[in-house]
């Protein structure tokens, strides 16, 4: 995202010339004879104030409207003034026809929860009319408890943050939830994680701490106008003072004046002294809240640019895999409605009692529905859809026994799932294997060995095919673990594949090529990646073999974690493992996390994969985790369980860019590393762990050919 504004010279987003009023005033009313009244920046400009008659024109160009129609009629008015039960009826009405284009967001479960299956959610909330209800004292805006508990329970499982035309402090103050993001001054004010996706980098980003001392980045594209806010500020306190009702609120980025209680009669008064105050700011303009004006710096920053910048903070900009939902009722919220809706990115849900034209896809009628979509209710059904908003849970399953129940998002092709095909003569995928066998390139070939092998990719590539059409996401095709020590020869073996993939019209994008971590398979992977060619290194089972191949560039990068617990059971003397042990954690686990926040801390590309979870509790420790291998005994609990999370299971994320940048690593850690420090770094544990690995899927490899063998040449050929 590129940020245009900069330090100097903010950048005009409205071309309106600045001898025109945003508030729709007639000219007329611009050239207004002012008498007295110092320009001078440092001093207050006295208005003084108009004499009534002379304000007819505004009256007849509409302005007025704009102000009476800026916030919808309470239902308790509607009932105060005692409205015809027939017009109560029409108000419903229209409201009804207007839902058909923005429905309820409580009735459209479903379809969010669709559109946010595999994806992580992001949660956005305005706070004035979202959270709190509106009330005619700003400053007793308060949230209810139980407000504060459905916002505090939507960020347990989605980065959730808060986007206010108030200060940033006022509205941490009225939330008071340590938890979330809070964004003030209509986003000029952001206080974000420290990121390693690039926010950092903008200019006006300075880093500070937060209010438990953590560090942050604190991003104020306005700061250059703060004296000016604060001299406008003091300005109209001075220039509203004897309009009954009128209060003005600093919010150091920007400034409001309400004339919610101020008497209609006075309104004009009002925003003729707004006006007169912004004649001489040609750098701030005016914006309309609910019975608001807003004053504030003519920047192209807005809250749908504070969403952006948020997204790119929290590492989930730029992803097909993130849903961003924002909850707003206020004509500033458009804009970040806009946003979502333009890059067709997520949803914005406007919350209004009244019919409106709106950006956003989903509506709700006021704070109280707000608070129950925040609740736990609203977006969990399953334990398994409470976990898959947070890590990609990926069933395992050689065979896809459980297609329709666990449709897998992803799939890996290996001599493994050749063996189950052959031994089910039944599957689906059978007929991919027979054509392998009856390839004529395959079969032409002399050499025995040679003829197995064409036949061994050619099965793999039918089968890899056949599984792209089926799964969303990328299929792994497994590289003969027989080449493990020969970076060359893996290469050369990924080159046969994707050319035979090419045949079959599987592209790259939709490809990994799945090679053991030992150092000649990382350099295979960092040149494979140089080329654009994605990998998968696998048998990773100790912290020098993730950062070894977090440094080549590898996509995925898996570790298996229950073998490293069976590990340690039996053994003991490496070093990792014990010291794992020694801090009360699991070794397995420990090292999914330290190999995420390295991959987060230090801004690699890869996802890492936890596979080898036993239970759900392993999962639940991983949560946060890009893809997690889950048995289907697992999926399936998961699955059977509506049980709102409790102390037992609670989904919280584990695992996050946020605690990533907290976490610290040793200079050793740090090294780049080469075949030696490699070697030198893994311990008993991985040794023989990578060995057992590799002889596994020797021994299968060498039996798929032996099956081969003994049908080739089928009867048809
Ligand atoms: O972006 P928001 O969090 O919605 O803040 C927008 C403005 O909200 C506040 O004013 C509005 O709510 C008041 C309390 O309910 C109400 O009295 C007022 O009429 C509304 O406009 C806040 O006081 C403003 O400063 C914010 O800009």
Redesign the pocket.
């Known amino acids: 995202m590129e940020l245009k504004s900069n330090h100097s010279s903010p950048v005009l987003t409205d071309p309106t010339p600045l001898n025109k009023s945003r508030l729709g005033i007639h000219s007329n009313l611009l050239s207004y004879p002012q008498s007295g009244g110092s320009l001078s920046s440092g001093k207050y400009i006295t208005i003084p104030r108009k004499k009534p008659g002379k304000l007819d024109d505004v009256r007849s160009n509409g302005w007025l409207d704009a102000m009476k129609s800026s916030?919808p009629p309470r239902k308790k008015l509607i009932k105060d003034i005692n409205i015809e039960v027939a017009a109560a009826d029409d108000i419903d009405i229209a409201y009804c026809s207007w839902m058909i284009k923005y429905p309820s967001a409580l009735k459209s479960f479903d379809q969010i929860s669709k559109n946010a299956k595999n994806k992580k959610i992001a949660v956005f909330l305005?706070?004035?009319?979202?959270l709190?209800p509106?009330?005619?004292?700003?400053d007793r805006?308060f949230m209810s408890d139980s407000m504060r508990s459905a916002v505090r329970n939507v960020a347990k499982y989605f980065p959730t943050a808060i986007i206010?035309?108030?200060s940033r402090d006022k509205?941490y103050e009225l939330v008071g939830l340590t938890e979330l993001y809070y964004a003030g001054s209509h986003g000029m004010d952001i206080m974000s994680p420290v990121s390693h996706t690039g926010s950092n980098g903008h200019t006006n980003c300075i880093r500070s701490t937060d209010q438990q001392g953590k560090e942050v980045n604190l991003f104020q594209p306005a700061r250059e106008f703060i004296p000016m806010i604060d001299e406008v500020f003091k300005t109209l306190v001075e220039n509203t003072k004897d309009i009954k009702g009128a209060k003005v609120?600093n919010?150091k980025f920007c400034a409001?004046v309400?004339y919610?209680n101020v008497e209609e009669k006075n309104w004009p008064t009002i925003a003729q002294c707004v006006h007169d105050i912004l004649k001489d700011y040609p750098r701030l303009r005016l914006t309309h809240?609910?019975?608001?004006l807003?004053i504030r710096p003519v920047i192209d920053w807005n809250k749908g640019k504070a969403v952006q910048f948020l997204l790119e903070s929290l590492g989930l900009s730029d992803r097909d895999d993130v849903l961003p939902i924002y909850i707003g009722?206020?004509k500033?919220d458009e804009d970040a409605f806009k946003v979502l809706r333009e890059g067709n990115r997520g949803y914005g849900i406007l919350v209004s009692p009244v019919p409106k034209e709106s950006k956003a896809f989903y509506s709700l009628r006021d704070p109280s529905e707000v608070e129950y979509v925040d609740a736990q209710e609203f977006w969990l059904s399953t334990e398994l859809d409470a976990v898959s908003a947070l890590s990609e849970i990926v069933p395992d399953t050689v065979i896809f026994d459980d297609f329709e129940k666990f449709p897998p998002t992803a799939a890996t092709v290996s001599s493994s799932l050749l063996l189950g095909i052959l031994s089910l003569p039944d599957t689906i995928f059978r007929n991919a294997v027979d054509m392998a066998l009856a390839d004529s390139t395959c079969s032409a070939l002399d050499n025995h060995e040679l003829r197995l092998s064409c036949f061994v990719n050619k099965a793999l590539v039918n089968v890899g095919g056949d599984l792209a059409k089926l799964v969303p996401g990328r299929v792994s095709t497994e590289v003969d673990a027989r080449l493990a020590y020969d970076t060359h020869g893996i290469i050369r073996r990924v080159h046969d594949l994707l050319k035979l993939y090419n045949d079959v019209n599987v592209p790259p994008e939709r490809l990994l090529f799945k090679i053991p971590s030992t150092w000649q398979g990382i350099e295979a992977s960092r040149l494979l990646e140089s080329e654009g060619i994605q990998t998968h290194l696998t048998f990773v089972y100790s912290f020098a073999q993730a950062a070894a191949a977090a440094q080549a560039g590898a996509s995925v990068i898996q570790i298996f974690v229950g073998r490293l617990r069976d590990w340690a059971r039996n053994h003991s003397g490496d070093p990792e493992i014990d010291a794992a042990i020694q801090r009360g954690e699991d070794p397995g686990l420990a090292l999914v996390t330290k190999a995420y926040n390295y991959i987060h801390k230090y801004g690699h590309k890869s996802k890492l994969m936890a596979a080898a979870v036993r239970n759900k509790q392993d999962l639940f420790s991983l949560l946060g985790v890009d893809y997690i291998i889950a048995p289907l005994k697992v999926l399936q609990s998961l699955k059977e369980s509506v049980t709102a999370p409790d102390e037992k299971y609670s989904y919280v994320r584990r695992l996050s860019p946020q605690s990533a940048a907290s976490y610290n690593f040793t200079a050793e850690e740090l090294v780049k590393f080469d075949q030696l420090s490699l070697a030198s770094s893994m311990g008993p544990a991985s040794v023989e762990l990578l060995a057992a690995g590799l002889d596994g899927y020797v021994n299968q490899a060498k039996r798929v050919e032996e099956l081969f063998d003994k049908i080739w040449p089928p009867p048809n050929v």
């Open positions: 916030s305005d706070y004035d009319g979202t709190s509106i009330v005619d004292d700003p805006a206010s035309g108030r509205v609120e919010h409001s309400h919610r809240g609910r019975k608001v807003e009722d206020d500033t």
